[in-house]
């Protein structure tokens, strides 16, 4: 069993999961080698790494192409200002409710993802060979996969007018996308994934992105129906949301939510660890806001090892992430790095 589930699980880890990720814009905003000299010095955060050749660059997804907008298999086109940033939606294909149904249909979920084609056979045929070898995977919906996807489809003051009017269009739209998405999940689930990822942030700076009432009404039913097979199979489930969440962490846990990803700062330390600690368990979003674009190392490592004292316990029931972006000074980066490795083993 993986360190994060046993975290999970509250099966008493032998370190916290630390996760740290180095967007792809990062590589043509800094000198590769220096962040190569940091991936490095840190052997626990990348244990697998080895350094390329000193012409490599990342591939980037076509969502996140700078003058290359994508149209997705849904219909809706990103447009990114930077390579490597993932753009956002500048068209809505079903802006009009009249091309619904008529020239524009759900795509088939044997062939893509929603955001991407893929080839399903061949991942499975990959997935047998990972567990094979005793080895696991995760299974993940694309980010944004229901509340976000309508906004992408409608627009979100289209969107959120629709609900406000009980618009029998959005339902019937709602339906199809939960069909689609349910045949996703059991690609995952039925072949044995170790846990199963629902991304999609819900949340602002401050307050959601839609008022509880709207979320329960159009929105939690469809994650309950994505999650229960998750359930079901006993398999762990992980929810990612930015933003403020705090009056929809209640219907998250009651629609199957295990494992929540939330932001620090923005939900506050204090309410995350009184809300969770030791009951649920929280992969914690290390501000990427205040504390590590500006702040001293000294503040990074009091921010983190405040988080790690306060939520985390013997048995589990923590596990932090952390997304570099452009912007942050490489010192901080570097101090983010030795905390995280520092404080995973807070209880050995």
């Not at 129906?225 to 962490?249: C, N, W, Y």
């Not at 205040?290 to 983190?304: E, H, K, R």
Request: with cysteine; glycine share 6%.
């Amino acid at each position: 069993m993986d360190l994060f589930t046993r975290a999970a699980r509250f099966e008493r880890p032998e370190a916290i999961p630390m996760t740290f990720v180095i967007n792809d814009a990062c590589w043509h905003h800094y000198p590769k080698e220096a962040l190569w000299d940091l991936m490095e010095e840190h052997k626990f955060l990348f244990p697998n790494f080895q350094r390329p050749a000193a012409d490599w660059m990342p591939t980037y997804l076509p969502v996140a192409r700078k003058d290359a907008p994508y149209t997705d298999p849904m219909g809706c086109t990103w447009v990114t200002a930077d390579d490597g940033i993932t753009g956002t939606v500048h068209n809505h294909p079903l802006e009009d409710w009249s091309k619904f149904q008529t020239e524009w249909h759900i795509p088939d979920p044997n062939k893509t993802d929603g955001l991407y084609p893929v080839d399903w056979e061949t991942r499975k045929r990959n997935w047998a060979e990972l567990k094979a070898k005793g080895e696991s995977f995760h299974g993940d919906l694309r980010h944004g996969h229901t509340f976000l996807q309508l906004c992408d489809l409608r627009g979100y003051e289209n969107l959120l007018f629709d609900m406000m009017d009980e618009n029998p269009l959005l339902d019937e739209l709602i339906e199809q996308l939960e069909a689609f998405n349910l045949a996703l999940v059991h690609h995952f689930v039925d072949n044995g994934c170790a846990s199963m990822g629902y991304a999609e942030d819900l949340g602002m700076q401050i307050g959601p992105m839609l008022a509880p009432e709207m979320f329960r009404r159009y929105i939690k039913p469809s994650y309950k129906h994505l999650m229960q097979p998750a359930l079901e199979a006993g398999i762990p489930i992980r929810m990612h949301s930015d933003g403020d969440i705090r009056t929809l962490v209640d219907d998250l846990i009651d629609s199957g939510v295990q494992v929540i990803n939330l932001q620090d700062l923005v939900n506050g330390i204090d309410w995350i660890a009184e809300r969770f600690r030791g009951k649920i368990c929280v992969e914690l979003d290390i501000d990427r806001q205040t504390v590590t674009p500006y702040g001293s190392p000294a503040q990074i490592d009091a921010l983190i090892r405040e988080e790690v004292s306060k939520i985390a316990t013997p048995a589990g029931g923590l596990c932090m992430v952390y997304g570099l972006y452009p912007g942050v000074p490489l010192e901080n980066a570097k101090a983010v790095m030795d905390a995280m490795e520092k404080y995973a083993f807070y209880f050995s």
